[in-house]
Each structure stands twice: as C-alpha cells, then as structure tokens.
C-alpha cells in the first residue's frame, strides 16, 4: 500500500464505501477477476453491434479482425487506467478528484453513470425476455411484464449486497458463459456454414472507415468500463503486476467479445432478423438447446448488469448525495426502471443502439484521456492519497482544464462521429495538459506576487 496512506484511518473501513482498501479486505484473486470481467463481458451490446456489421458491409475476417482490435485496444487502455486505484485502493469517483477538483467529479461521474443506468433497464429487459421465452415453452405462460419486475427485483439485491454478491454471481456466470458461447458458435456454423461461406467469406467487405468504425463500435461498448476499472480492480489482491492484469483483460475481452460480435453477425446474416437472441431462437429446432441458450442469456444479463452497470451509478450516487451503499443501489435499481428497456430492444432500434454507444462514447473518450494525462504526465505517477480525501486541500473546487478538454473532446468526437471515441483522444490529452501547465505557472506567479507585496 501506498506510504502516502498513513494518515488515512484504513482501520475503520466500511464495505462498499468510497474509502481506500486496505490490501487485507480485498477479496479478488486472479482467477475470480478474470471470471468476473468474463461475465461483465457478456452484453446484448455486442450481440447488437455484431448484427450492426452486416449493414456496415464487412465480410467475416474483417468483422473478426475489428473486434479482436477494438478488444484489445481496450484491454491495454485498462492497464493505463486501473493502476492508480488498484496501488491505492481507491473508487473511480475519487480517482476523478485530482483531474476535476472536488465539485468537478458530479461531470465525469455522471457521464458514467447515465449510461450504466440505461444498460441496467435495458439488459434487465433482455434477461426478462429470455425468462419468459423459457416459461412459454416449459409451461406455456406468458408475461414478460412480471418477468422484468421479477428477474429486476432479484438484481437490485444482489447489487445491495455488495461486492461480495458481485463476485459470487460473476464466478458462477463466467463458467457459464465459456461453454454457452462456444456451443452457440458451433451451433450456427453447424447448421448454416454455407449461408456463412456464401455471403460473409467470398465477399470484398471494407478495410476503410467502415473497418474503423466497427473498431470504434467495439471500443466504445467496453469504454464505459474502461473509465470506471478502478471500481473493479481495488478490490483485487495485491501483487499483481500490470502484466499479469493485461492478460487477465485479454483473456476475458478477446474472446468473449469476438464469440459474442461474431454470433450476432451470423444470426442476423442468415436471418435477417436484428435482434440476434430472438434470431438464435428461431434457427435451432430442439427446444431443450433453445432453453440452454436462453438459460445462458439469463446469466449474462445478470453478471454484466452487476459490474459493468450497477456499481458506476451506485459509486456515483454515493459520492454526489452522500448515501450508503444499500440506499445508492435500490435508487439505482429503480431508476433503471424508468429507462424504457422495451422500446430500446426493439428491431427498429438497433441503429439507435450504435447511434447512443458512439454518442456516450464521446464523452468518456476524452475523461479516459484526461484521467491517464493527470496521472502519467502531470503527476508521474506521484501522489498524495491524503489530497483525495481532503476537499479543502489542493483539489478543491471545479479544475477548469478538464472542463475545457472535456469540451474540446465532445467536439471532435461530434466531428468524426464514426469513429467518436479515437478522435477525441490526442485533442483532449494536448488541451488539457497545457491549460494544466498554465494554470500551473499562473498559480505560481500568483503566489510569488503575494510573496513581493507582503
């Protein structure tokens, strides 16, 4: 643990709190963290955006070639961005503090936590969705309505529960999931290996923009998490290098999300229907694999919804109004209600879907930049933990630069909004290192004029 943690009272550490963990109440080991980020992995988003590239026209290799880099983009962007909360302990929402200031950290949080809100509702939904399909076979009832409340109920205390109800769920759903999503793959190839040869194999595609919007596509699903990893990683034993960290999110990332953008390409190639879980259903006859499947769907509703969509809003709620953990998840839970979820699974909304991940994507963008500019370039990795925890020491207030490269950022990602989230990076990082670097020799001539009239 950081020696600049001496005067932080980590004795008297409350779960779930934003305090630091102390390295004796972290509970993560690398197999569960890599289980968990497997399972948090799993998100109708990337069955949705795989269906997406059949209507952006690239062929199978190319789809292949820009998840796996939008995948592995993002996994390298983790071990950047996770090392200072899991060297201290700290949540995301005070990680913000140094580069926003104290009253800044509602902006960047809220950026976060919108998004984990509205894929809450909308995963909750899809999960319900697959529930339902289940009883409809098994006992022939039908009502989705009760299934969402339900299967939601059940979500919200999980999530109330805390970390350790996270890790339980995730652990579980993650051994899941490596067989499910290998035995969908199989099953589509298996059945329409011909369909996928025809149209996807023998076909030109495109290594151009829309290759690198697919990238982005990828990057921006997962870049929600990618801001907010230090949630996830506090919890997580120390003596873990970055390099073993880096794998851990290869392993989980790669895979996971090329099985996943892949299936829904295929689904929605050979059936033309967009919502690849309702097309899956369709094309394999035997019921027992069709109730497997939505079994699978289930879980990864589940252990997604917990870490990547729950805990961002929870933190942020917690921070922001000052409520206990418990509280912040049942506000949440509720909140997601209110999202519309059936109106967002709908076919016709599968462009909307793509338009509202590149839309949020860039903002987070340029809070991913400037987070790893504070921390590498400003601070070379030099902190005082005390600051953080201290709203009338040096972070106090609003840090205007941020404000300014956050703008900045939005305005380039709205520029070249097919690839949002690549385009708001340098712009933003440049912007807010030299208003950093101002304000910094503005402060210190300030202080030397005051020196002079004294």
């Not at 109106?343 to 879907?353: D, Q, R, V």
């Amino acid at each position: 643990m950081d020696n600049n943690m001496k005067n932080i009272d980590t004795d008297s550490y409350e779960t779930d709190s934003l305090s630091p963990i102390p390295a004796n109440k972290r509970i993560m080991g690398g197999t569960s963290y890599l289980l968990a980020w497997l399972g948090g992995c799993v998100s109708i988003g990337n069955f949705s955006l795989g269906s997406n590239l059949v209507e952006g026209g690239l062929n199978l290799i190319q789809s292949i070639v820009a998840i796996a880099l939008g995948s592995t983009l993002v996994a390298v962007c983790l071990v950047l961005n996770d090392k200072l909360c899991y060297k201290t302990g700290i949540p995301y929402v005070v990680q913000l503090r140094s580069s926003f200031g104290f009253k800044g950290t509602f902006i960047p949080s809220l950026c976060r936590a919108i998004p984990g809100v509205i894929w809450y509702g909308f995963q909750s939904w899809v999960g319900a969705s697959a529930l339902n399909e289940v009883s409809k076979i098994l006992f022939d009832y039908n009502n989705i309505v009760l299934f969402f409340i339900l299967f939601h109920l059940i979500q919200i205390g999980l999530s109330a529960l805390g970390f350790k109800g996270i890790k339980a769920i995730e652990n579980i759903g993650g051994i899941i999931i490596i067989a499910a999503l290998t035995y969908m793959l199989i099953t589509i190839l298996k059945l329409h290996g011909n369909v996928v040869t025809e149209q996807l194999m023998n076909t030109k595609g495109s290594w151009g923009l829309p290759f690198f919007g697919a990238v982005t596509s990828f990057i921006g699903v997962n870049c929600a998490v990618l801001i907010n990893v230090g949630d996830y990683v506090r919890e997580v034993k120390t003596g873990m290098g970055p390099g073993k960290r880096g794998v851990i999110y290869c392993l989980a990332l790669i895979p996971a999300t090329v099985f996943m953008g892949v299936i829904g390409l295929l689904v929605t190639k050979v059936t033309g229907i967009a919502n690849p879980v309702v097309g899956f259903a369709q094309i394999v006859p035997n019921k027992l694999v069709v109730i497997l499947t939505l079994v699978f769907i289930i879980f990864a509703q589940i252990t997604t919804n917990l870490l990547n969509n729950a805990l961002p809003p929870i933190y942020a709620l917690m921070d922001i109004v000052k409520l206990n953990f418990k509280k912040s998840a049942i506000i949440v839970g509720l909140a997601a209600f209110a999202t519309f979820p059936w109106e967002l699974i709908k076919e016709s909304s599968a462009a909307g879907l793509n338009i509202f991940i590149l839309a949020y994507s860039a903002f987070l963008g340029p809070i991913f930049s400037i987070l790893v500019v504070d921390y590498y370039i400003l601070r070379k990795q030099k902190i005082n933990l005390n600051d953080y925890y201290n709203p009338d020491g040096p972070f106090k207030g609003i840090n205007f630069p941020a404000i300014v490269a956050i703008i900045v950022g939005v305005i380039f990602s709205l520029m070249f909004v097919e690839v949002s989230w690549l385009a708001s990076i340098i712009p933003t990082a440049v912007t807010y290192y030299f208003f950093s670097k101002y304000k910094e020799k503005k402060s210190i001539k300030q202080i030397n004029t005051e020196k002079l009239t004294q």
